[in-house]
């Protein structure tokens, strides 16, 4: 979801002032780690096809697909969140959430290993204070997810990312 512009202060983050106390994300798994981004900012969520390679492109860019007769690119989240490789990655599982083009310069995806789900998350349970420090954070806030069946409740920690900043400050798409 993109925030509305009365939801989202100049920094990323949610106005304390913003009169909805929800925000709904799209949950996905990078390796064993979980993140979120705004559901707003996702056009759809397809599963993977082959990715042409582009030669000379910036590393975190995987290559291109034909998504219904429009060349999209794909972008390695993997890669520019910085984590790990951990295994073999067998790309038949792996999803590609499309970016809505409000985020973006062109049409653009980004390749994920597994969506979750859509959360609606109470903006209380999200923790905007642990995520790190300085501008060149692209993380919202730790959303704190109540799991569990019957009595055994605890909590599971999802990022929450800023897709358009992260992408934005890695040198954006253009098509």
Not at 67 to 94: F, Q, Y
Request: aromatic share 4%; proline share 1%.
């Amino acid at each position: 979801m993109a925030i509305a512009a009365s939801q989202q202060d100049s920094s990323g983050g949610i106005g304390a002032a913003a009169g909805n106390d929800e925000v709904q994300v799209v949950e996905f798994l990078i390796g064993e780690d979980k993140f979120a981004v705004n559901l707003f900012d996702v056009r759809e969520i397809v599963e993977a096809s082959k990715i042409t390679p582009l030669p000379h492109a910036s590393s975190y860019i995987r290559g291109i697909i034909d998504l219904r007769g429009e060349i999209t690119t794909i972008v390695d989240l993997r890669h520019l969140l910085r984590i790990k490789k951990a295994g073999d990655n067998n790309s038949e599982d792996l999803r590609f959430i499309v970016l809505d083009e409000s985020v973006t310069d062109g049409k653009t995806g980004v390749v994920v290993d597994e969506v979750t789900s859509v959360l609606t998350v109470a903006v209380a349970d999200i923790d905007q204070n642990s995520h790190g420090a300085g501008d060149e954070s692209y993380i919202l806030g730790v959303i704190k997810k109540e799991v569990g069946e019957r009595g055994e409740s605890k909590k599971e920690l999802v990022i929450w990312i800023d897709i358009c900043g992260l992408i934005k400050q890695a040198g954006g798409i253009s098509q």
